[in-house]
């Protein structure tokens, strides 16, 4: 084997490396910088924290069999970095966090005090081919509320995602969120007379799920596969025409449902600016979803793209053999990122702390740095860094530690 | 194979779940608490902010074979979890954070103002024999100073060690630090005629590196395979008694070095009541150091360990073809943890945000409850926490409310 090739110093594909940006030289978008991932996760914990929700966290490492079982074994091969231990168990690196906290949740059920209002910060690997927006290591924040059947949970869970987004200071023309109800879809479909046949409701699924991806024509063709012009117009009327009659039928349907009507009264009073839709448009693909389905999108127009959705999936637990209703979401660090960077949401500044150079003329001088001057920076909360080149011009080692972020400089 | 044996619940063996205190109906000491470990990774990394560290991070994969070079081939396949991935690379989960700032440093070298002052926080696994303060999975917290030959950065690293054990609010009596200096062994080595014969400058590293847990008796037999009776003697009074002539030998070797000279005077004057100790009897086994060794342990009588070790390493890039001096130490979770706890410098309650419980009578109160109490909880940086049990007895509610953490109940 060929030893340099060993010993290249890129990080692993796919992975990144975070510096802090006081130390690099020439800084460049090439370069992750580890205040923009701080700023990403403690923004989040705060602004979680302080709607009700504890910080939970499990290992990386999972069984292999429990994802097989969950995304079935071709989608589990494909992405999952798996291999056997020394032991022969079959294990792999989490692909997501879903199945960890359902693991967590289920082993300790009878020692938990229900409703749990639940989140995590951890890092996943999935096998992709590393792409704007997707790398094969990234952090995901699992947002959950376990054991909660009131439909004001689901309220919570919107709202919620509308403090984060203030948090990072997000104008409302900056994201929209669209959401949808699997329940309400369903009886919107059987009223129709659509759901019978398992082909034509995959069909319409399908169709949905992509409609903001898809020309008219080519929904309209796929549709009539399988349905009359009638049922094709009255479809195009309830997801492109709100104000339609064939709108407020779907309407009616979710106004049986709490979390519905919640979400159509309090939204626009407590965020009057948001951008926040009610769509049959919402689908979230073939998952587990068993009632309210929502999605963030980010309005960039150079980098539109969904953000993160979630939903209520009250059939989590299952997988453990265990019961229990939960609704949830979990945005992932590099879309949100892409997020941040495009609309220029991150601090200047990578640190709230003020950092003092010292400049000593000689080692003589460092008894007095270290018995007296830093003490005193410590009392007043700020930090300090020592250059030692006692013998290099002074201009030149005050220019340095102001390059190095120091906003004070004290010569002794 | 088995279904049922598949989606056990119980976490990755070696690994922890970390579950929110308030969660919890009934704790106990083998439930890990993620209020804990936040407290751990809180509590240094602000210290170390404070002294000027700036945070970076780096992927959990690294590739095998930088592994196998640094480590012997043996080392690393008995404890690396490592496979092929799916493009052919041999990858490894990194087991230690000290290759990798080795690999992040060499790869923009030329692009970083050194010296750098450089921590991280990150998990690593090692496939070993879970047991009391060792995990397959643990966090250590890589700290260096890199790219500085000045002694006095050795001794900021000492100082910072007290600052973080001053942080964890742990008094002096609760642990100690010993050091050494492998350029002052070597000399005093050579000085007596024992370095030119390989196996007797082995032999004598050996004995010192297990000096505190090996009988006298046992340490004069094993020396005594390759010294005189008069040599014996003479390790024996330098080591065990700092005010003999002997040690006064060791002493002035060390004199010759400025780090050696700055710990000597300033350390008893800014922590007079810490134990820090110079002692020929620290190696750190075989490893790279270059200078400074030193090592800190808990003074717990059940629980009496080493806590974590480091030094001067001037050899950290060699690997990736670049050449920097460095000095720094790597505390791990799993065994500070044992000290926090058996000591207990755990904080009490779990987070320093106040949660305020709400009880409404129905659904019909929602309104008021979204539209007015919680906004302005938040204006208070409160954070809240609703019970919709509507239909349950009001006495049972407010108790569900007070023993989930909340502090405060409002009653609507």
């Not at 919107?158 to 409302?172: C, G, M, V």
């Amino acid at each position: 084997m060929n030893k340099k090739s060993f010993l290249g110093s890129s990080p692993y594909k796919g992975t990144r490396d975070f510096y802090p940006l006081t130390s690099i030289i020439n800084s460049s978008n090439s370069i992750s910088y580890k205040h923009h991932q701080n700023y990403f996760f403690e923004t989040i914990r705060s602004c979680l924290i302080l709607n009700g929700f504890c910080e939970y966290s499990s290992s990386l490492i999972e069984e292999k069999g429990a994802f097989t079982i969950k995304s079935g074994e071709e989608l589990a091969s494909n992405q999952l970095y798996y291999f056997t231990d020394k032991g022969d168990r079959e294990i792999a690196l989490r692909p997501e966090l879903t199945l960890s906290i359902a693991r967590m949740v289920a082993d300790k059920f009878d020692n938990l005090r229900l409703p749990l209002r639940w989140f995590s910060i951890d890092n996943c690997f999935r096998y992709e081919r590393p792409q704007k927006g997707r790398l094969r290591e990234f952090w995901q924040v699992e947002v959950d509320i376990i054991g909660a059947k009131a439909g004001a949970v689901d309220f919570e869970i919107i709202r919620l995602i509308l403090e984060i987004f203030q948090a990072f200071k997000a104008k409302p023309n900056m994201y929209k969120i669209m959401y949808n109800h699997r329940l309400v879809l369903d009886k919107w479909l059987s009223n129709n007379g659509w759901i019978e046949e398992l082909e034509i409701k995959n069909l319409i699924y399908k169709v949905l799920d992509d409609w903001f991806k898809l020309e008219n024509a080519e929904k309209e063709q796929k549709l009539l596969t399988k349905l009359d012009q009638k049922s094709v117009d009255k479809i195009f009327k309830t997801v492109d025409n709100n104000q339609s009659l064939e709108f407020k039928e779907y309407q009616e349907i979710a106004n049986q449902y709490e979390e519905m009507i919640l979400l159509q009264k309090l939204i626009p009073k407590l965020y009057p600016d948001a951008n926040v839709i009610f769509t049959p448009a919402i689908i979230r693909g073939q998952a587990y979803y068993t009632g309210l389905i929502f999605e963030a999108f980010d309005n960039n127009p150079t980098n539109s793209r969904s953000l993160f959705g979630g939903g209520r999936f009250d059939d989590l637990l299952d997988l453990y053999g265990k019961s229990s209703p939960a609704v949830g979401f979990a945005p992932g660090d590099v879309s949100v990122h892409e997020f941040l960077a495009g609309w220029e949401l991150y601090p200047k500044q990578p640190s709230e702390i003020q950092v003092v150079g010292i400049m000593p003329n000689s080692k003589e001088e460092l008894e007095n740095v270290f018995t007296t001057i830093i003490p005193d920076l410590q009392l007043q909360n700020k930090a300090f860094e020592i250059d030692y080149d006692y013998d290099r011009n002074p201009n030149k080692r005050y220019e340095n530690l102001k390059k190095r972020g120091c906003t004070e400089i004290l010569k002794s």
